[in-house]
């Protein structure tokens, strides 16, 4: 304990072996994703499997603090487990090279017992959210655009889910790129990871945290259960039937471009509207909008 011992001063003794005991799930792990799970395994959370299907480019580094010049075109999972290793070499990280789907994410959240959101498209949130509600499985949210972000807890059959109040977005809006900038991520992350903590301290509010970096303002919003939620209400789960999904990574038969560049057994083929990233078997068209 040694390691924590001015945490411990902080949480207490029965927090902090709450936090080593819980197994999570960081789905996505570009700024965000990898900031929460920079700060879960400083935390003292020893399990954690993390999700994402992408490489790291040039373009993340300004905001990623986990990745540097040597991780370029390195899967994001292999670059966030061979850093978050460094820190403490006796945690256990799954990388899974992928994408969460309506295929895949009821076993990803299955055997864990509290997920992390940080992907950076509302349709795949939504898919996470269903899982998430359907298992019974906290999920800790969090947005970003531009100076701004929002963050809530939430706890099925408690609270709020995020189908109570997002729509999926039409293809054209999921594709926006939104800018950010370093400290925006940074922050919503530490407030997701604040939100785990006091989770398992016993908070179980209703609220969506909002907060506005430019004016230096946090604020919380009550949130109501929607009677109406596909999800949490009436149990229907229709994002993990089927979800349409025409932008950022999705799942790719096979590369079926020129390919423009291999090495460590990263893939990457050119074809009109982006590119096809392959990586252990696995292949996912990446479209540039
Ligand atoms: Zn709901």
């Known amino acids: 304990m040694d390691r924590f011992s001015r945490q411990l001063l902080t949480l207490g003794i029965d927090v902090q072996e709450k936090i080593m005991s819980t197994k999570v799930l960081v789905a996505g792990c570009g700024a965000l994703g990898s ?51 460094k820190i403490n070499s006796e945690v256990k990280i ?18 864990v017992d509290v997920v992390f959101d940080g992907l950076d498209n509302i349709n795949y949130r939504l898919i996470l959210n269903d899982a998430c509600v359907k298992y019974e499985k906290p999920l800790i949210h969090a947005g970003v655009s531009g100076e701004y972000g929002n963050a809530k807890l939430v706890i099925p059959g408690k609270t709020s889910c995020l189908a109570c109040f997002l729509q999926p977005s039409d293809s054209r809006n999921a594709c926006d790129i939104i800018g950010t900038t370093t400290v925006v991520p940074n922050f919503l992350a530490s407030i997701q990871v604040q939100l785990f903590i006091n989770y398992l301290r016993g908070y179980s509010e209703d609220e969506l945290v909002i907060a506005d970096l430019k004016d230096l303002r946090l604020d919380k919003i009550k949130m109501k259960r929607n009677p109406q939620c596909e999800a949490c209400s009436l149990h229907e789960y229709k994002y993990l039937r089927h979800m349409d999904i025409n932008c950022g990574l999705t799942r790719a038969e096979k590369a079926e471009g020129d390919r423009i560049f291999s090495s460590n057994g990263v893939e990457l083929y050119k074809y009109n509207g982006g590119y096809i990233i392959c990586y252990n078997q696995k292949c996912f068209k990446k479209r540039i909008a």
Do not use: Q, W, Y
């Open 35 to 85: 900031s929460i799970a920079e700060l879960l395994v400083r935390l003292g959370v020893k399990e954690l499997k993390i999700v994402d299907a992408d490489v790291v480019e040039l373009s993340n580094l300004h905001r990623t603090h986990l990745f540097t010049e040597k991780d370029l075109m390195k899967p994001k999972v292999l670059a966030c487990k061979e850093f978050l290793e």
């Open 94 to 111: 799954e990388p899974i090279f992928d994408i969460i789907d309506e295929t895949n994410a009821e076993d990803l959240v299955k055997d």
